[in-house]
């Protein structure tokens, strides 16, 4: 599978989370790897490799995407595995005002 280009501010809902302080992908695979793909990729070209019990931290409105997986095998282990999340906590004064800038939304009033 793959994820075209987003950010992770908006939740399931396509609301704004402004409590999101960091995005985490842990990544876990096989060994040797059956798969070729899955790197995430920022908007400047850098390209995260998915290794085996790889931890990566971004913040969550930092572009990104997923490159597309394709797996050589059928056996469900030997695939690209990810825990994805995010840690929340209190934002700082005035960060919702300008998340909502960022993204083009019109300040209500």
Known sequence: SHFLWHDDV???DGEVVPSRRLTFCYYLHS???MFRGGELEFLDGTAIEPKNNRLVMVHPV????VRRVECW???VLHGRWALMGWIHGDPPAGW???LLKLRGVPASG
């Open 96 to 98: 919702l005002e300008r």
């Open 73 to 75: 095998s059928s056996h």
């Open 62 to 65: 930092q572009q990104h995407q």
């Open 31 to 33: 060994e040797p790897k």
């Open 10 to 12: 908006p939740g399931y």
